[in-house]
């Protein structure tokens, strides 16, 4: 496993704007598949964005066209950047990372290392 670290986590209000980062805890050469999920108070962990090594992405339908996932794999770099946020949005947010290229998506049981979280908190 590969500890990851996540920051940029913060509060804003309905509408603003926050970039999440995530990279290793120590420069790692190779990096599968990535992907943020979330964990809203008393709600499952669920699935927000995905990149496979080649950069290909998914999203969950209620952060389409809102949220924006990418990677730096020369930085060893995960980025989220979230716009037009709403309540709805707060959470902990984790970056995960799977052991392989092809990508299991939004199914976190695919992820092989996790970071410990960074609480993002959208007031109205």
């Known amino acids: 496993q590969v500890q990851l670290v996540e920051s940029g986590g913060g509060s804003v209000q309905t509408g603003g704007s926050l970039r999440l980062s995530c990279e290793p805890s120590k420069y790692t050469a190779g990096l599968g598949s990535m992907a943020w999920f979330r964990q809203g108070e008393e709600k499952a962990r669920e699935g927000v964005a995905s990149?496979?090594?080649?950069?290909?992405?998914k999203y969950a339908d209620s952060v389409k066209g809102r949220f924006t996932i990418s990677r730096d794999d020369a930085k060893n770099t995960l980025s989220l950047q979230m716009d037009s946020l709403k309540p709805d949005d707060t959470g902990l947010y984790y970056c995960?990372?799977?052991?392989?290229?092809?990508?299991?998506?939004?199914?976190?049981?695919?992820?092989?290392?996790w970071g410990q979280g960074t609480q993002v908190t959208v007031s109205s």
């Open positions: 990149i496979t090594c080649g950069g290909t992405t």
């Open positions: 995960a990372l799977s052991n392989f290229c092809n990508s299991p998506g939004l199914n976190p049981t695919g992820y092989a290392s």
